[in-house]
């Protein structure tokens, strides 16, 4: 059997892969909340798990000018947020 066949398959892991709770624009539209769109808010409605990285994706529509804080927004987010009138602030 061949030498490649024989030794064990060993991957690599990385230890500082960061990894982001997901909230699209269509789940953020639904929200009713007066003021700021934080993290905290977020968590409270159940929309992500951990506080640490939220990533904002650009799935569907915002109807209203929203200010939405978060780690990291899509660039198709971005654009939908700035169109409506509303505002993303990078933490």
């Known amino acids: 059997m061949p030498l490649q066949r024989r030794l064990p398959k060993r991957g690599f892991t990385n230890i500082f892969k960061k990894s982001y709770d997901l909230v699209n624009l269509r789940s953020l539209a639904e929200l009713k909340v007066d003021g700021a769109l934080t993290p905290q808010v977020l968590k409270e409605q159940g929309l992500i798990r951990d506080l640490k990285a939220v990533k904002v994706l650009g799935d569907g529509e915002l109807t209203g000018a929203v200010e939405i804080h978060a780690h990291k927004f899509s660039q198709s987010a971005l654009q939908k947020i700035e ?9």
């Open 83 to 91: 169109k409506s009138g509303g505002k993303a602030v990078v933490l």
